[in-house]
C-alpha cells in the first residue's frame, strides 16, 4: 500500500497542535484548526470533564456519568452516587453514544407532502402547523378524542404532557411499554390491596427460587438486581444458594447455582407443591388460623400431582421445599415476559402466597417504594386505544418514546389502526415503524443533550442535564410542547406559567425541595442535585397485610394444550435490544449473545431430540406457524430448551429502525396472537403454540465460540462447596510451584500491573465487551467479517457448556490479553511492535508493526486482533472516537493492555499529589461497568490490593498455565 503522506501535511498538522494522528499514520488529509479567540475560564484543552446524568436506554433509570472534551462526548459510564446502580452500567448504557451519534438520526422536521412523501421543514414550520391542527379540532369540537401516546415517562415531562393535554382539551395520556408488570400489579392488588411493582431485597436473602425473572437482561432493573444477586450470593462465604426454575436455560439461569427445566406455563403449580410441602413439614411462619386455611387451600398440591404437571420430579421438589424452609431468609421470584402466560396473575399470586409463608413479605420485598415502571398502562388498555383508532375516533395522535407498531402483535393490528388516524404527530429522535405512519415528525434530542428528570422509584429523582450541543437540528420535546400550547393558548397562564421547559423543570424542583426538608436555599440544593446526578431521598417501605380471601382463590393453567406435531413458542427478551429499541447499535450487533454466541442475527432454539426427528442442523431455516402468522428463522441446537419448545429471541427483524436494524433477523412477537391475560390485561408471552416446519433453506448463523466446551484444557474450572469447606482442592490446577525461564525475569519495581476474574460473580452480560469498544475505539466488522473469524474485540465472553450428573449447563470466561510474564508473542515479533514493560504490561506499540501477524499465531489465548482494513465510521460515529488513543488502520495489530491511556491518567494525577497510584486510583473500562464485580485491576507489588490477595485466593487458577507463560490474570473458579 502506498502512502500520500506529503512533508507540508506532516508540518501542518504538527503545527496545528497534533490534529494528524501519528499513532496509525493515517493518510487522510489535515483538517483546518480554529483556536479559541477567548477560550472559556475553565476550559483546559485535552482534559475531559464528567457530566452526572440519567441513563435512559431502558425504563430502569439508571445513573450515568457523561465524559466530554471539546465539546464531544467520548464515554458514558455508571454514576455511583446514584443508588439505582451504584456506578455499574449495563451493555446497553455502554452502546448510548451509538445512538448520540448515530447516522440515521433526524436531522430535522419532517412534514408529508400532498404526494404523500416526507419532506424536511423548519422548526417554525413544523410548530405552526401542529398548532394549526390542534385548534382546527378544537373549532370542530373533536380535540376531546385527541390522543397522546408515550412510554415510560416521569417527574417534570409526565406532569407537562399531562398539563398541557388538559389544558388542551384532550383526553388522558396513555403509556405503553412492551415490557410492562401488570401481572405483579394485579396479583399485588390481590394479595395485599397494593397494585403496585414491588421491590424485591435480593442481598436479604440467603435462598433464591426464581421462576423465570430474567434479573440479569431486562426484569425491571437488570443492572440493579445483577449487583444485588452477586451481593446475596457472596454475603457471609459462599452458602447462599439460587434456583432457577425456567423452561429454557437462559442467560439468568446459568448465573444460578441449579437450573430445573420446567413444562412452559406450569410454574404455578410447582410454587403451590412446594407451598404444600413447607406446611406440611411445619416451616410455615404463620399463626394456626392462616395455616390452616392454608392447608386447604394447597392439599391438592402435591409433590406428586405437581410432578406430573410441570415434568419436575416430585424429590426436586421435596428437596428444594425442604432447603427453602431450612433458609432463614428465603425469595421467591416469579415469571419474567418470557414466562408470562394467560396465566401469569396466578403464578404471582402463588409466589407472593410462598413469601407469606415463609415470612417475607416486608423483609425481602416491600411494599411503598413505587417502582415508577408500575405507572404504565396495560397491553388491554392499548388494545382499547387501538380499537377506537380502527373506529376512526382518533384524530389526532402524538407518540413519544414507544413504537407499538413493532412491538404488539401483528394480530393486534396496531398499524392498520394508526394507519387510520387522519394526523399523525411523533417527536421520535429516531426513524422507527411507529413513526413510518406520522405526517409530522418533531425530532426529540437523546438524553445526553437535554434538560429532563427521571424518577426511577419513590424518592429516586435523577436529573438529566445536557451534556453537548445537539449533534443535528432535533429540539428538547419539552420546549416543542410549551411552545405550541402558549401559540394556541395565547400565553402563559396559571397552570402553564413557563416559557421554557428548564424553567418548568426548575419549577417543578422546587416542589421537590420544599418536600426534601433541605435547609439550604432552592439554588444549592439545584447545583447539589446537579453535581450527584439528582436527589436521592431514603423512602420508607410501608407495611403490606396478606389478604385472607386468597384461601379460595382458583388457579388456573396456561391454556397451552395442542397436537403432538405443535411446540410451545418462547419469545424472550433480549438483554442487548431490550424490546427492540436498541437494535440499531452496531456493537450491540456485533457483541455475541451470551448463550448462542451469535452475532447479527435471530435463530430458533431447538433441542437436539427436536432437531434430529425434524432432520434439521444448525443453520436450516424453519418455518416457524402460529395460526395464519408465520416466520421463518435459522436453527440454532441447544440442549438448553426442552424437546418439546421452540425459543426465539425478541428484538430483531425490524423495518424501519436505520440502517444496522433494518432486515436483521425476525420479529418473533409479531405471530403472537393479540389475546390479553383475562385479569390483569397483560400480553401474555407465553400465549401459543407453533408448528415446525424444514423449508430447505440454509443461512449463514454466524457464532463466535468456537467451540462448545473447553475440551478439558482447563480454561473453564469450577470447585464444588465441599472441596472449598475441606481444603481439597486448594492447589488444584494452581500456580506451579518453581517458575522454570528460558530469559531472565522482567523486573517490575513499582508497578505490576494485574487483573483477577471471579467466575463465581461473572454473568456473562457483555457490559464489559461494550465498555472496552467504546473505550479504545474498536471497530465493527459487520457480519460476514465476523463469519471468518475477524471480529474485532479486545475482551470476549468464552461460553462453555457443561454436563454434570445429567443436568446442562452454561459458564462464562471473560478473556482479554493475559500480559504473560513470558509472553510469546514478544520473542517473535520481528519489529520489536510488542515488549514486555517495566510495569507488567504487553505493550503494542502500533507504529512499529509491520502486520506479520507472528504475535497473532504464537498467543495461546487468541486475543490479538489484526486490523484487515482501514475501518470507517459512518458520519458522525466518528465523533464517538477517543481522542486518548489513536485510531489503528490496515496491516495493525491490536489488543487489549488493561486500558494503559487510564493507567497513565491514574498515575499523572496520583503524581501531582505526590504519591504513587494506589488502590483504586485506576480502573479499566471493563472493570469499571461490570454490574457484579467480577473483574478486579491493581498492582501485584501492593501485598494489601485486592488483586494481590485474590491471586493467592484457593480458588485462584491461570488458564493453560501448564504452558508456562505466566499470565498475569487470576481467574477464581466458579463454585458449584
Same mark, same amino acid.
Given at each position: 500500500?502506498?502512502?500520500?503522506?506529503?512533508?507540508?501535511?506532516?508540518?501542518?498538522?504538527?503545527?496545528?497542535?497534533?490534529?494528524?494522528?501519528?499513532?496509525?499514520?493515517?493518510?487522510?488529509?489535515?483538517?483546518? *484548526?480554529?483556536?479559541?479567540?477567548?477560550?472559556?475560564?475553565?476550559?483546559?484543552?485535552?482534559?475531559?470533564?464528567?457530566?452526572?446524568?440519567?441513563?435512559?436506554?431502558?425504563?430502569?433509570?439508571?445513573?450515568?456519568?457523561?465524559?466530554?472534551?471539546?465539546?464531544?462526548?467520548?464515554?458514558?459510564?455508571?454514576?455511583?452516587?446514584?443508588?439505582?446502580?451504584?456506578?455499574?452500567?449495563?451493555?446497553?448504557?455502554?452502546?448510548?453514544?451509538?445512538?448520540?451519534?448515530?447516522?440515521?438520526?433526524?436531522?430535522?422536521?419532517?412534514?408529508?407532502?400532498?404526494?404523500?412523501?416526507?419532506?424536511?421543514?423548519?422548526?417554525?414550520?413544523?410548530?405552526?402547523?401542529?398548532?394549526?391542527?390542534?385548534?382546527?379540532?378544537?373549532?370542530?369540537?373533536?380535540?376531546?378524542?385527541?390522543?397522546?401516546?408515550?412510554? &415510560?415517562?416521569?417527574?417534570?415531562?409526565?406532569? %407537562?404532557?399531562?398539563?398541557?393535554?388538559?389544558?388542551?382539551?384532550?383526553?388522558?395520556?396513555?403509556?405503553?411499554?412492551?415490557?410492562?408488570?401488570?401481572?405483579?400489579?394485579?396479583?399485588?392488588?390481590?394479595?395485599?390491596?397494593?397494585?403496585?411493582?414491588?421491590?424485591?431485597?435480593?442481598?436479604?436473602?440467603?435462598?433464591?427460587?426464581?421462576?423465570?425473572?430474567?434479573?440479569?437482561?431486562?426484569?425491571?432493573?437488570?443492572?440493579?438486581?445483577?449487583?444485588?444477586?452477586?451481593?446475596?450470593?457472596?454475603?457471609?462465604?459462599?452458602?447462599?444458594?439460587?434456583? &432457577?426454575?425456567?423452561?429454557?436455560?437462559?442467560?439468568?439461569?446459568?448465573?444460578?447455582?441449579?437450573?430445573?427445566?420446567?413444562?412452559?406455563?406450569?410454574?404455578?403449580?410447582?410454587?403451590?407443591?412446594?407451598?404444600?410441602?413447607?406446611?406440611?413439614?411445619?416451616?410455615?411462619?404463620?399463626?394456626?388460623?392462616?395455616?390452616?386455611?392454608?392447608?386447604?387451600?394447597?392439599?391438592?398440591?402435591?409433590?406428586?400431582?405437581?410432578?406430573?404437571?410441570?415434568?419436575?420430579?416430585?424429590?426436586?421438589?421435596?428437596?428444594?421445599?425442604?432447603?427453602?424452609?431450612?433458609?432463614?431468609?428465603?425469595?421467591?421470584?416469579?415469571?419474567?415476559?418470557?414466562?408470562?402466560?394467560?396465566?401469569?396473575?396466578?403464578?404471582?399470586?402463588?409466589?407472593?402466597?410462598?413469601?407469606?409463608?415463609?415470612?417475607?413479605?416486608?423483609?425481602?420485598?416491600?411494599?411503598?417504594?413505587?417502582?415508577?415502571?408500575?405507572?404504565?398502562?396495560?397491553?388491554?388498555?392499548?388494545?382499547?386505544?387501538?380499537?377506537?383508532?380502527?373506529?376512526?375516533?382518533?384524530?389526532?395522535?402524538?407518540?413519544?418514546?414507544?413504537?407499538?407498531?413493532?412491538?404488539?402483535?401483528?394480530?393486534?393490528?396496531?398499524?392498520?389502526?394508526?394507519?387510520?388516524?387522519?394526523?399523525?404527530?411523533?417527536?421520535?429522535?429516531?426513524?422507527?415503524?411507529?413513526?413510518?405512519?406520522?405526517?409530522?415528525?418533531?425530532?426529540?434530542?437523546?438524553?445526553?443533550?437535554?434538560?429532563?428528570?427521571?424518577?426511577?422509584?419513590?424518592?429516586?429523582?435523577?436529573?438529566?442535564?445536557?451534556?453537548?450541543?445537539?449533534?443535528?437540528?432535533?429540539?428538547?420535546?419539552?420546549?416543542?410542547?410549551?411552545?405550541?400550547?402558549?401559540?394556541?393558548?395565547?400565553?402563559?397562564?396559571?397552570?402553564?406559567?413557563?416559557?421554557?421547559?428548564?424553567?418548568?423543570?426548575?419549577?417543578?424542583?422546587?416542589?421537590?425541595?420544599?418536600?426534601?426538608?433541605?435547609?439550604?436555599?432552592?439554588?444549592?440544593?439545584?447545583?447539589?442535585?446537579?453535581?450527584?446526578?439528582?436527589?436521592?431521598?431514603?423512602?420508607?417501605?410501608?407495611?403490606?397485610?396478606?389478604?385472607?380471601?386468597?384461601?379460595?382463590?382458583?388457579?388456573?393453567?396456561?391454556? %397451552?394444550?395442542?397436537?403432538?406435531?405443535?411446540?410451545?413458542?418462547?419469545?424472550?427478551?433480549?438483554?442487548?435490544?431490550?424490546?427492540?429499541?436498541?437494535?440499531?447499535?452496531?456493537?450491540?450487533?456485533?457483541?455475541?449473545?451470551?448463550?448462542?454466541?451469535?452475532?447479527?442475527?435471530?435463530?430458533?432454539?431447538?433441542?437436539?431430540?427436536?432437531?434430529?426427528? %425434524?432432520?434439521?442442523?444448525?443453520?436450516?431455516?424453519?418455518?416457524?406457524?402460529?395460526?395464519?402468522?408465520?416466520?421463518?428463522?435459522?436453527?440454532?441446537?441447544?440442549?438448553?430448551?426442552?424437546?418439546?419448545?421452540?425459543?426465539?429471541?425478541?428484538?430483531?427483524?425490524?423495518?424501519?429502525?436505520?440502517?444496522?436494524?433494518?432486515?436483521?433477523?425476525?420479529?418473533?412477537?409479531?405471530?403472537?396472537?393479540?389475546?390479553?391475560?383475562?385479569?390483569?390485561?397483560?400480553?401474555?408471552?407465553?400465549?401459543?403454540?407453533?408448528?415446525?416446519?424444514?423449508?430447505?433453506?440454509?443461512?449463514?448463523?454466524?457464532? %463466535?465460540?468456537?467451540?462448545?466446551?473447553?475440551?478439558?484444557?482447563?480454561?473453564?474450572?469450577?470447585?464444588?462447596?465441599?472441596?472449598?469447606?475441606?481444603?481439597?482442592?486448594?492447589?488444584?490446577?494452581? &500456580?506451579?510451584?518453581?517458575?522454570?525461564?528460558?530469559?531472565?525475569?522482567?523486573?517490575?519495581?513499582?508497578?505490576?500491573?494485574?487483573?483477577?476474574?471471579?467466575?463465581?460473580? $461473572?454473568?456473562?452480560?457483555?457490559?464489559?465487551?461494550?465498555?472496552?469498544?467504546?473505550?479504545?475505539?474498536?471497530?465493527?466488522?459487520?457480519?460476514?467479517?465476523?463469519?471468518?473469524?475477524?471480529?474485532?474485540?479486545?475482551?470476549?465472553?468464552?461460553?462453555?457448556?457443561?454436563?454434570?450428573?445429567?443436568?446442562?449447563?452454561?459458564?462464562?470466561?471473560?478473556?482479554?490479553?493475559?500480559?504473560?510474564?513470558?509472553?510469546?508473542?514478544?520473542?517473535?515479533?520481528?519489529?520489536?511492535?510488542?515488549?514486555?514493560?517495566?510495569?507488567?504490561?504487553?505493550?503494542?506499540?502500533?507504529?512499529?508493526?509491520?502486520?506479520?501477524?507472528?504475535?497473532?499465531?504464537?498467543?495461546?489465548?487468541?486475543?490479538?486482533?489484526?486490523?484487515?482494513?482501514?475501518?470507517?465510521?459512518?458520519?458522525?460515529?466518528?465523533?464517538?472516537?477517543?481522542?486518548?488513543?489513536?485510531?489503528?488502520?490496515?496491516?495493525?495489530?491490536?489488543?487489549?493492555?488493561?486500558?494503559?491511556?487510564?493507567?497513565?491518567?491514574?498515575?499523572?494525577?496520583?503524581?501531582?499529589?505526590?504519591?504513587?497510584?494506589?488502590?483504586?486510583?485506576?480502573?479499566?473500562?471493563?472493570?469499571?461497568? $461490570?454490574?457484579?464485580?467480577?473483574?478486579?485491576?491493581?498492582?501485584?507489588?501492593?501485598?494489601?490490593?485486592?488483586?494481590?490477595?485474590?491471586?493467592?485466593?484457593?480458588?485462584?487458577?491461570?488458564?493453560?498455565?501448564?504452558?508456562? *507463560?505466566?499470565?498475569?490474570?487470576?481467574?477464581?473458579?466458579?463454585?458449584?
Amino acid at each position: 500500500m502506498e502512502f500520500k503522506f506529503r512533508r507540508r501535511d506532516f508540518l501542518k498538522g504538527l503545527l496545528s497542535g497534533g490534529a494528524v494522528a501519528l499513532g496509525g499514520c493515517s493518510p487522510e488529509k489535515t483538517e483546518k *484548526v480554529i483556536p479559541y479567540v477567548v477560550p472559556p475560564d475553565d476550559y483546559i484543552p485535552g482534559v475531559s470533564k464528567w457530566y452526572n446524568s440519567v441513563c435512559r436506554e431502558c425504563p430502569a433509570g439508571c445513573g450515568a456519568m457523561v465524559r466530554q472534551r471539546e465539546g464531544r462526548v467520548l464515554k458514558v459510564e455508571g454514576n455511583p452516587k446514584n443508588p439505582v446502580n451504584e456506578g455499574a452500567l449495563c451493555v446497553r448504557g455502554q452502546a448510548s453514544l451509538q445512538g448520540l451519534y448515530n447516522p440515521d438520526r433526524f436531522a430535522q422536521p419532517y412534514a408529508r407532502n400532498q404526494a404523500g412523501k416526507m419532506e424536511k421543514i423548519s422548526w417554525e414550520d413544523g410548530i405552526n402547523m401542529l398548532a394549526q391542527k390542534i385548534k382546527q379540532l378544537s373549532t370542530e369540537g373533536k380535540i376531546g378524542n385527541a390522543m397522546f401516546l408515550s412510554g &415510560h415517562v416521569t417527574g417534570a415531562r409526565a406532569k %407537562l404532557i399531562d398539563t398541557c393535554s388538559s389544558l388542551l382539551g384532550m383526553k388522558k395520556r396513555a403509556t405503553y411499554e412492551a415490557f410492562s408488570y401488570e401481572s405483579i400489579k394485579t396479583a399485588g392488588d390481590l394479595c395485599f390491596g397494593r397494585k403496585e411493582v414491588p421491590f424485591f431485597v435480593l442481598e436479604k436473602a440467603d435462598y433464591l427460587l426464581n421462576f423465570g425473572a430474567d434479573l440479569f437482561e431486562t426484569w425491571i432493573s437488570p443492572v440493579r438486581y445483577s449487583k444485588d444477586f452477586s451481593r446475596m450470593r457472596q454475603n457471609d462465604g459462599y452458602y447462599k444458594k439460587s434456583v &432457577h426454575v425456567e423452561p429454557r436455560h437462559s442467560l439468568t439461569a446459568a448465573g444460578a447455582d441449579e437450573w430445573v427445566s420446567i413444562r412452559p406455563g406450569t410454574e404455578v403449580f410447582m410454587a403451590l407443591g412446594i407451598g404444600h410441602e413447607l406446611l406440611k413439614n411445619g416451616k410455615a411462619k404463620l399463626s394456626a388460623e392462616e395455616s390452616a386455611g392454608l392447608n386447604e387451600l394447597l392439599a391438592a398440591y402435591t409433590p406428586e400431582k405437581v410432578a406430573a404437571d410441570t415434568d419436575v420430579p416430585a424429590p426436586t421438589i421435596k428437596r428444594i421445599a425442604k432447603e427453602l424452609g431450612e433458609a432463614e431468609s428465603g425469595l421467591v421470584l416469579g415469571p419474567g415476559m418470557a414466562g408470562g402466560g394467560k396465566n401469569s396473575v396466578d403464578t404471582w399470586v402463588a409466589v407472593y402466597l410462598l413469601n407469606h409463608i415463609l415470612g417475607g413479605i416486608n423483609q425481602t420485598i416491600l411494599f411503598g417504594l413505587g417502582e415508577s415502571i408500575g405507572q404504565t398502562d396495560s397491553y388491554g388498555d392499548i388494545q382499547e386505544l387501538t380499537a377506537r383508532m380502527k373506529r376512526q375516533e382518533v384524530p389526532l395522535l402524538m407518540v413519544h418514546e414507544t413504537n407499538p407498531a413493532y412491538s404488539m402483535p401483528g394480530s393486534a393490528e396496531f398499524k392498520k389502526a394508526i394507519d387510520q388516524v387522519p394526523f399523525v404527530v411523533s417527536f421520535s429522535t429516531f426513524p422507527d415503524e411507529t413513526t413510518e405512519f406520522a405526517d409530522l415528525i418533531l425530532p426529540d434530542h437523546t438524553w445526553m443533550e437535554r434538560w429532563d428528570d427521571f424518577e426511577s422509584r419513590k424518592g429516586a429523582h435523577g436529573l438529566l442535564q445536557p451534556v453537548m450541543d445537539p449533534v443535528t437540528d432535533t429540539r428538547n420535546f419539552g420546549d416543542v410542547l410549551i411552545e405550541v400550547c402558549l401559540k394556541i393558548l395565547g400565553g402563559p397562564n396559571e397552570k402553564l406559567s413557563s416559557k421554557t421547559y428548564y424553567d418548568y423543570l426548575l419549577e417543578s424542583w422546587k416542589g421537590i425541595h420544599a418536600a426534601s426538608g433541605e435547609t439550604k436555599s432552592f439554588d444549592g440544593f439545584w447545583e447539589g442535585a446537579l453535581r450527584r446526578g439528582g436527589y436521592f431521598a431514603a423512602a420508607q417501605p410501608e407495611n403490606a397485610s396478606f389478604t385472607k380471601e386468597i384461601v379460595s382463590y382458583k388457579f388456573m393453567d396456561a391454556g %397451552l394444550k395442542g397436537s403432538a406435531n405443535e411446540f410451545y413458542f418462547y419469545v424472550y427478551p433480549s438483554g442487548r435490544y431490550f424490546d427492540g429499541r436498541s437494535a440499531d447499535r452496531q456493537w450491540l450487533q456485533e457483541i455475541p449473545d451470551p448463550i448462542t454466541v451469535a452475532v447479527w442475527d435471530s435463530w430458533a432454539e431447538i433441542h437436539p431430540q427436536t432437531a434430529a426427528k %425434524l432432520g434439521v442442523k444448525r443453520g436450516d431455516v424453519l418455518k416457524v406457524r402460529a395460526g395464519k402468522s408465520e416466520i421463518k428463522v435459522p436453527a440454532y441446537i441447544y440442549e438448553g430448551v426442552r424437546p418439546d419448545m421452540v425459543a426465539v429471541q425478541a428484538g430483531q427483524g425490524h423495518e424501519a429502525l436505520g440502517r444496522y436494524a433494518m432486515n436483521v433477523g425476525v420479529n418473533a412477537v409479531s405471530i403472537l396472537p393479540q389475546d390479553k391475560e383475562p385479569k390483569s390485561g397483560a400480553l401474555p408471552w407465553l400465549s401459543t403454540l407453533v408448528s415446525l416446519e424444514k423449508t430447505g433453506e440454509k443461512h449463514l448463523l454466524v457464532t %463466535l465460540d468456537g467451540s462448545l466446551d473447553d475440551d478439558n484444557r482447563g480454561i473453564y474450572q469450577t470447585v464444588t462447596k465441599a472441596e472449598l469447606e475441606h481444603g481439597g482442592d486448594h492447589g488444584k490446577g494452581h &500456580h506451579a510451584e518453581k517458575d522454570y525461564q528460558m530469559y531472565a525475569p522482567h523486573e517490575h519495581p513499582t508497578y505490576q500491573w494485574a487483573m483477577a476474574v471471579d467466575l463465581n460473580k $461473572c454473568i456473562g452480560c457483555g457490559a464489559c465487551s461494550a465498555a472496552c469498544y467504546a473505550e479504545n475505539n474498536l471497530p465493527v466488522v459487520g457480519k460476514k467479517e465476523c463469519g471468518v473469524g475477524r471480529e474485532m474485540a479486545w475482551i470476549r465472553i468464552e461460553r462453555y457448556f457443561t454436563k454434570k450428573d445429567g443436568t446442562f449447563r452454561a459458564g462464562f470466561v471473560p478473556m482479554m490479553c493475559q500480559q504473560c510474564h513470558n509472553a510469546p508473542c514478544e520473542s517473535v515479533c520481528p519489529a520489536y511492535a510488542t515488549y514486555h514493560n517495566n510495569e507488567g504490561l504487553n505493550v503494542q506499540v502500533y507504529n512499529r508493526c509491520v502486520g506479520t501477524r507472528y504475535c497473532s499465531n504464537n498467543c495461546p489465548y487468541k486475543v490479538r486482533r489484526f486490523n484487515w482494513y482501514t475501518y470507517k465510521w459512518d458520519n458522525p460515529l466518528e465523533q464517538q472516537l477517543n481522542p486518548d488513543i489513536s485510531v489503528r488502520q490496515m496491516g495493525i495489530m491490536e489488543k487489549c493492555t488493561f486500558c494503559v491511556q487510564r493507567i497513565r491518567e491514574g498515575k499523572d494525577r496520583a503524581k501531582d499529589e505526590g504519591r504513587l497510584a494506589g488502590e483504586g486510583d485506576i480502573q479499566p473500562a471493563c472493570a469499571q461497568t $461490570c454490574p457484579v464485580n467480577a473483574i478486579t485491576f491493581g498492582n501485584l507489588k501492593d501485598p494489601k490490593s485486592e488483586v494481590f490477595k485474590k491471586s493467592k485466593d484457593p480458588r485462584g487458577y491461570r488458564v493453560l498455565e501448564v504452558i508456562n *507463560v505466566q499470565p498475569a490474570v487470576t481467574y477464581l473458579k466458579r463454585i458449584t
